[in-house]
């Protein structure tokens, strides 16, 4: 059993987001559960470092599959790199760089509409992020330029 503190340490070490497929409490609309990395079946312990952060999806998916020493096996996200593993292609579909990475991505089903649509959402927020703050300096400079104008049109008609 997984004490409510241990529960809030996992919970704040994954930044409240699942650690295999990112999602967020907030896009979830509710608490994640806890995921025993080995499976207490396998003889997972309840120490923090078995536990991962994990919304109810890819806990279902991943279920109590437990195969540590073959290249079919989950990534661990507190030690495996998953940029290793693991890229996003330009339609936000993850796309498994390594056999382990395309076997974690296959049984967890990483391109599930849903998280599919999450990523696009996200890429369309991050490039209207970036629009918006190119904007934004445009409009500084803009400002700038002009309020240097009035004080020149200041300066001559004193003059
Ligand atoms: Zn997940």
Known sequence: MVSAQVRQQ????????????????????????????????RGGSDDSENLVYCCHACNEFKSDYWNPDSSQRILNPRHDDMSFHLRENDNAELEGLTETGIFHLTRLQLNRSA?????????????????????????????????????????????
């Open 115 to 159: 998280l599919l649509l999450q990523r696009q959402i996200r890429r369309r927020q991050q490039q209207w992020e970036a629009r918006m703050l190119a904007v934004e300096a445009r409009l500084a400079t803009a400002e700038a330029q002009l309020a240097r104008q009035r004080r020149r049109q200041r300066r001559s008609r004193r003059n």
């Open 10 to 41: 996992v919970r704040t070490f994954f930044q409240f987001r699942c650690g295999y497929c990112g999602v967020s409490e907030a896009e979830y609309g509710a608490s994640l559960t806890i995921d025993h990395y080995q499976p207490v079946s």
